[in-house]
């Protein structure tokens, strides 16, 4: 019912930047969260970056790199990534979710998010 769109994926050099972008659209219910995952070819998703009423969490590969943001009157959500590495290569994944517990930040576990968008693929070379 509640329908996400990713944005922004491209191929960059390494120390480059790119901005994800997550529009959602559809009818919610209750306090919703979203956040970025993403997953590299034989690896497990991994949480990236989660917000939720100005509150953020950040996967420790990433911080002081990425930052994410929202706008929620429009209901979409940004990732700013700085100085990319090869390592970052991989499909990105923007998902929203409730009824996840948390209290330092929002939560980076897949199993805490219900809906999810098809993904954007961001690859950077060396």
């Known amino acids: 019912q509640v329908q996400l769109v990713e944005s922004g994926g491209d191929s960059v050099q390494a120390g480059g930047s790119l901005r994800l972008s997550c529009a959602a659209s559809g009818y919610t219910t209750g306090n919703w969260y979203m956040g970025w995952f993403r997953q590299a070819p034989e690896k497990e998703r991994e949480g990236v970056a989660a917000?939720?009423?100005?509150?953020?969490s950040y996967a420790d590969s990433v911080k002081g790199r990425f930052t994410l943001s929202e706008d929620s009157a429009k209901r979409i959500i940004y990732l700013q990534m700085n100085s990319l590495k090869p390592e970052d290569t991989a499909m990105y994944y923007c998902a929203a979710g409730h009824g996840g517990v948390w209290y330092k930040g929002p939560p980076l576990r897949s199993e805490d998010y219900n809906t999810w968008g098809r993904g954007t693929r961001v690859t950077v070379s060396s």
């Open positions: 917000i939720s009423v100005g509150f953020t």
